[in-house]
């Protein structure tokens, strides 16, 4: 575990892998540390922003303190499906990337479990973690200004779905009219951490 | 006491940008939300001390001036932030002052000579529904009230018990040709050249117009990376000065995106972060330790 300063208003916490970032974020929510007014997990790191006059130190030695209990945090539990019309700008950079044909990239998203690891980027930006690592890919190299609300994704080790139009530099797969982001529904969020997800070829219209 | 939350602020004009602001958004990082609030948060504070408003009243915060609003009912105002020049009724009044304003009044804002955001408070504050425990707009995220526009009636809390124990609050002048910066390298500083490090220190940079809420994007001297790769998407904090690949930093703002994938490689301590919020394009900038 290794913590980076933020100046004064966070302190990074770097850790092995997205386990323990799991672990950790769980083992945070039982033991709230004092001083940390919101927390962030991401794939490799947590970053704890702290209330104005907080000692990073004394935070950092805080998290060292804690409790880690691998598989601690199994999240809400429940499943959803999500149908893609898989026709993305990306698709046949994603193939020649992955080796794989057109059929053979979509096949392998549906395939997959996918489990929301954490959010971020945008409010109910899922990053989604699979079982099937042929499908690891970089971002592009240069970002979209804009890529339409329901986009499905690849970028590194995840899949997401663009909560809503904006910019992005992640692999274009196609597009879903799940509603990912709402906020006349509680929670708001569709893909929160700890949700597994299935995603299937929609019908064709 | 029924009927009586009938006061308003009726919007005349917006100027280039105009949103809803309180102290944020907190405790929602978890689904992607971020903080936003108001980006000089010094200025905001200052407008609801001067009204005895509790600190997260939200105010309306203005770029670049433009403001007007006509008072609905008789409201209790203060301007703070950049020092724009203020007239109710036509006749001049004073920034970072209580401002009592009669049923029908107009308060119209010019544009500041320095600085960039300015601050109205209302006494009771700007009452727009909360979204997800705030009246802040997140101009990134798309999310909280509606960015006001002509016609809009903005209605005003009740007021607080407490009276306003001050007229007027002797301040610094906000805003000016260039704004010092001072940082804390990192998180990632260990992914530049030491050049690059000595480059943010001393070089001169300048905020460009493509600045907004998110951030300020600086034009100047390019920060060469110390490695190649890409680094896993991470939280970010505001003042975060993110380089993305073409080397020019980014100095993030309230409405910063929650996580980035692009190295931070200094951060601005929170108490210069007004003042970064304070820098219109054309301001230089220069960040020491």
């Known amino acids: 575990m290794r913590f980076l300063r933020c100046a004064d208003t966070g302190v990074l916490v770097e850790v092995a892998d997205l386990a323990e970032v799991i672990a950790l974020r769980a083992a945070l929510e039982a033991n709230p540390v004092p001083g940390v007014a919101d927390v962030v997990p991401a794939a490799r790191t947590l970053l704890l922003r702290v209330e104005p006059g907080t000692d990073p130190d004394a935070v950092a030695e805080a998290v060292t303190g804690l409790p880690l209990e691998p598989g601690a945090d199994q999240g809400p539990g429940e499943t959803v499906t999500i149908p893609v019309s898989y026709d993305g700008e990306d698709l046949d950079d994603v193939a020649e990337l ?3 044909t057109r059929r053979g990239v979509v096949e392998a998203h549906t395939g997959a479990v996918w489990t929301v690891a954490f959010c971020g980027f945008a409010p109910g930006f899922g990053y989604m973690v699979g079982d099937d690592p042929r499908l690891h890919v970089p971002r592009r190299g240069e970002a979209r200004t804009r890529v339409p609300a329901g986009s499905v994704a690849l ?3 995840f899949t997401g779905v663009y909560p809503r139009s904006s910019p992005g530099g992640w692999q274009l797969l196609g597009r879903t009219d799940a509603r990912i982001w709402d906020l006349d529904r509680e929670p708001p969020g569709l893909l929160r951490p700890g949700v597994r997800v299935r995603f299937t070829e929609a019908e064709a219209s | 006491m029924s009927g009586v939350r009938t006061r308003a602020l009726e919007v005349l004009a917006a100027g280039p940008m105009t949103t809803v602001q309180d102290t944020g958004r907190f405790g929602h990082a978890g689904l992607g939300v971020g903080r936003s609030g108001a980006a000089d ?6 407008a609801n001390r001067l009204l005895a408003n509790p600190r997260d009243a939200a105010t309306l915060e203005t770029t670049l001036g433009g403001l007007r609003v006509r008072a609905r009912g008789p409201v209790t105002v203060a301007v703070t932030g950049a020092e724009a020049p203020l007239r109710v009724d036509g006749r ?8 009592h304003l009669p049923d029908g009044a107009e308060l119209a804002m010019g544009v500041p000579e320095r600085g960039l955001r300015s601050y109205l408070g209302v006494r009771g504050g700007v009452d727009v529904p909360p979204v997800l425990g705030s009246r802040s707009t997140d101009v990134l995220a798309g999310l909280g009230p509606d960015l006001p526009v002509p016609g809009a009636l903005l209605p005003v809390g009740p ?5 306003p124990n001050t007229d007027h609050a002797p301040t610094a002048p906000v805003g000016g040709p260039e704004a010092v910066l001072r940082v804390v ?4 500083d260990d992914w530049f050249t030491e050049r690059a490090v000595d480059t943010l220190l001393s070089g001169r940079y300048e905020v460009t117009p493509r600045s907004d809420r998110v951030g300020a994007r600086l034009s100047g001297p390019v920060l060469e990376r110390a490695r190649t790769g890409e680094l896993p998407s991470e939280g970010m904090v505001a003042g975060s000065v993110q380089v993305p690949p073409g080397g020019e930093p980014v100095l993030f703002l309230a409405d910063h995106p929650v996580t980035g994938g692009y190295p931070v490689v200094a951060v601005v301590c929170s108490e210069d972060l007004p003042g970064a919020a304070q820098a219109r394009p054309g301001t230089r900038v220069r960040f020491t330790l």
């Open chain 2, 185 to 188: 390298l990192g998180p990632r």
């Open chain 2, 159 to 163: 007021a607080p018990a407490a009276p």
């Open chain 2, 41 to 46: 948060a010094a200025s905001h504070a200052l």
């Open chain 1, 155 to 157: 970028a590194g080790e």
């Open chain 1, 98 to 100: 992955t080796g794989l």
């Open chain 2, 92 to 99: 001049g009044a004073a920034a970072n002052t209580v401002l």
